[in-house]
């Protein structure tokens, strides 16, 4: 099965300092990740997608994910957080399964909180 | 386009009492799906769907019932109630269930509490 690991709970960031929201992967064969965020008391929002391709991936809000196959990280990054940005947030694998459809699995969420 | 909607967006229940969590899709996605959220667990998936008529079980599907009569609907029936279904529901659906690279869009959650 594949997997994602977030090392860390909860990362504090200056507004105006650059973020990092770190995650490493476990699959076997190709990996097709994901970066989801969620603010309080609402549904997940989706950031961006590692399918193919260049390593850095852009996304949504100014965020932007770098692939590291050697690594086998997907870390998510900003090169200016903004207070806006405090939010959980998730990383996700495709897995397959074994009736033929696929999911998300998620990873255990990191807490961004960006301070002023 | 709604995207993707739940209701209720909270409720209580008693212990085994049993209630269907409604999701619906406006986007005309084949695939849907249900997790559950709890603290320190990330998501979990409870049972999907890659169309209509077709349904198949997640990670942690027992004690829950799903049917998917309709592309845009896919309600989430929890039979007998237990303190341990309390947890943030999320909906979420995609274009397709084959290949894994399309994005999933989340719903708004159903926060459900069993007392």
């Known amino acids: 099965a594949q997997s994602v690991a977030q090392p860390e709970d909860q990362v504090n960031v200056a507004e105006g300092n650059p973020l990092t929201v770190k995650c490493t992967y476990s699959v076997s064969g190709n990996p097709y990740l994901f970066w989801y965020v969620q603010y309080p008391n609402r549904g997940l929002q989706f950031l961006l997608k590692?399918?193919?391709?260049?390593?850095l991936v852009k996304g949504s809000y100014g965020f932007e994910a770098e692939f590291n196959k050697s690594q086998t990280s997907f870390h998510l990054k900003k090169p200016s957080a903004l207070v806006s940005d405090s939010a959980l947030y998730f990383c996700a694998v495709r897995d397959i399964l074994t009736g033929g459809g696929n999911k998300l699995t998620f990873g255990t969420g990191t807490q961004l909180k960006v301070e002023l | 386009n709604a995207g993707v909607t739940q209701t209720p967006k909270f409720q209580v229940l008693k212990t085994g009492q049993s209630m269907t969590l409604q999701c619906a899709q406006d986007?005309?996605?084949?695939?849907m799906s249900w997790y559950r959220q709890d603290p320190g667990m990330g998501l979990r998936l409870i049972h999907y769907?890659?169309?209509?008529?077709?349904?198949d079980q997640g990670e942690v599907p027992n004690g829950y019932n799903v049917s998917r009569s309709t592309t845009e609907d896919f309600p989430l029936r929890l039979l007998s109630a237990a303190p341990s279904q309390t947890s943030v529901y999320f909906c979420?659906?995609?274009?397709?269930?084959?290949?894994?690279?399309?994005?999933?869009?989340f719903g708004p959650g159903t926060r459900l509490t069993v007392l």
């Open positions: 769907s890659v169309g209509a008529g077709i349904t």
């Open positions: 590692y399918i193919t391709g260049d390593n």
């Open positions: 979420a659906s995609s274009w397709t269930g084959r290949g894994g690279t399309d994005t999933q869009y």
């Open positions: 986007m005309n996605h084949e695939y």
